[in-house]
Nanobody, 111 residues
Framework: QVHIVESGGGWVQPGGSLRLSCSLAENPASLYGMAWYRQAPGKEREFVAFISSGGRPEYADFVKDRFTISRASGSNTIYLQMNNLKIDDTAVYFC?????WGQGTQVTVSL
C-alpha cells in the first residue's frame, strides 16, 4: 500500500503565491515520476504538472510560466510553487504516483 501526503494549501489573494509539498510515507529505493492534479467544485479532476524520476518537468498549458514543479534531490518528495495565483486556481490539489493519490490539500484564491 502506498501512502501519499500533501500539505501547504491555504487561502491567498489573487496574485499571491503558495508552495505545496507532497511526499511518500514510505522510503522506497527507487525514484518515481509524480504529478499534481486539481479538482475545482463541479469540475473534473485535471492535470497540473508532472516531474519524472530524473527531474524533467511538464505542465498543463494553463499553469505554464506561473507554477513550478520540483523534486527534493534524490527523494520522492515534490513541490509545486504557485505564483500569480488566479481565482480560477481555487481547487483541491492532489499528488499522484502511478494510480495512487493523496488526500488533497485545499487552495483558495479569493478577495
Amino acid at each position: 500500500q502506498v501512502h501519499i501526503v500533501e500539505s501547504g494549501g491555504g487561502w491567498v489573494q489573487p496574485g499571491g503565491s503558495l508552495r505545496l509539498s507532497c511526499s511518500l510515507a514510505e522510503n522506497p529505493a527507487s525514484l518515481y515520476g509524480m504529478a499534481w492534479y486539481r479538482q475545482a467544485p463541479g469540475k473534473e479532476r485535471e492535470f497540473v504538472a508532472f516531474i519524472s524520476s530524473g527531474g524533467r518537468p511538464e505542465y498543463a498549458d494553463f499553469v505554464k510560466d506561473r507554477f513550478t514543479i520540483s523534486r527534493a534531490s534524490g527523494s520522492n518528495t515534490i513541490y509545486l510553487q504557485m505564483n500569480n495565483l488566479k481565482i480560477d486556481d481555487t481547487a483541491v490539489y492532489f499528488c499522484k504516483r502511478d494510480r495512487y493519490w493523496g488526500q488533497g490539500t485545499q487552495v483558495t484564491v479569493s478577495l
